[in-house]
């Protein structure tokens, strides 16, 4: 039996966004290492809460509808829970500078809340938190780690940052195991697709099945890199499982790096018919690009021995099979 079976066997575990597409790619996994698992997700619309996400397991974990932003369902669900996968968020860039008030809610004031409640309810759970490589800014060098400037380039960046740090302080300050990984541009299965809301691939796979050009803005040089959904997983599993990692912050990321147009030029190839085109940036977009970024997670790697494995092309390989088969559960 190895450590994760051995941490996750009967623990009570808590996610989160559960509904959504890391949240309920964790949750099979969870299940497979013997963890009681409940779902919180508010199901709004413009996230990513899908209930076909939790197809086939729905009768194996827990679901509670209710949303991060009411302290008193929170205070209820965080009772008796061991682990804590703290995934709730609004993802839109765009979205959090047309309308920043929901993203300040969610993203900032609802996480010192959740916080708060588990210090007064549940000290001893342990937490992690999905951040985002967003609140680095446009990179001062590249790789970039874990020591690089702060320099978030929206609204939904600048409340990620204080998230993010509302977890560290109550970490150091009361003991709360907290731990937390700035995500790259994750993608695979149950994300959502139907927009650009989550990630910009989500609406290529959509577009490049539907059979209409995949639109790269820019000059499409922009480098990226991406991590599959399971590796991601895997990340959040050590990080909760492991005692060194109560109060670390992480950058994932990848050591496949490639350009949007390159990118682009894949998918195409893996889905064997396709195309794209170069459009220009809108001046919304525009100002928030971050041009390059791609991750040094030499820090997770050395400590907790996480690599990525899943390469880009099997991943983009087993994502358009998953939506092959069930894209109207996501677009429709």
């Known amino acids: 039996m190895n450590t994760q079976e051995d941490f996750f066997r009967n623990r009570n575990v808590l996610i989160t966004g559960g509904l959504g597409f890391i949240g309920s790619t964790l949750a099979r996994r969870l299940l497979e290492l013997g963890a009681k698992v409940t779902l919180v997700d508010s199901l709004i619309p413009e996230y990513g809460g899908n209930p076909f996400n939790i197809e086939g397991i729905r009768d194996r974990v827990c679901v509670n509808i209710s949303d991060v932003r009411d302290p008193h369902a929170f205070r209820h669900l965080v009772q008796g829970q061991d682990v804590l996968f703290n995934l709730a968020g609004q993802t839109s860039h765009l979205d959090s500078m047309r309308d920043p008030e929901p993203d300040l809610e969610i993203n900032c004031k609802a996480q010192l809340s959740i916080l708060e409640t588990c210090r007064h309810v549940n000290p001893a759970v342990r937490i992690v938190f999905a951040g985002t490589r967003q609140i680095y800014g446009k990179p001062d060098y590249l ?49 959502r697709v139907k927009d650009a809301r989550q990630t910009f691939l989500g609406i290529w796979l959509r577009l490049i099945i539907e059979g209409q050009p995949i639109q790269v803005f820019g000059d499409g ?85 996480w690599r990525p494995k899943v390469s880009l092309r099997e991943g983009l390989k087993r994502s358009l099979d998953y939506y092959r088969r069930h894209g109207k559960q996501y677009w429709e």
């Open 143 to 191: 790789p970039v780690d874990e020591a690089h400037p702060i320099r978030p380039v929206d609204v939904n960046g600048i409340n990620k940052t204080a998230g993010e740090w509302y977890h560290l302080l109550y970490s150091a300050t009361y003991g709360i195991p907290c731990c937390v990984l700035r995500l790259t541009n994750t993608y695979g299965p149950r994300m």
């Open 221 to 305: 040089t922009q480098r990226r890199d991406f991590n599959y959904v399971d590796d991601v997983v895997e990340a959040l599993l050590l990080a909760a499982s492991s005692d060194q990692a109560a109060g670390r912050v992480y950058n994932l990321g990848s050591a496949e790096v490639l350009s949007l147009k390159d990118l682009a030029a894949l998918l195409v190839e893996v889905n064997g018919a396709g195309r794209w085109e170069c459009v220009p940036f809108s001046e919304e977009l525009k100002h928030i690009d971050i041009g390059d970024y791609y991750g040094d997670f030499r820090k997770i790697e050395s400590e907790l021995g």
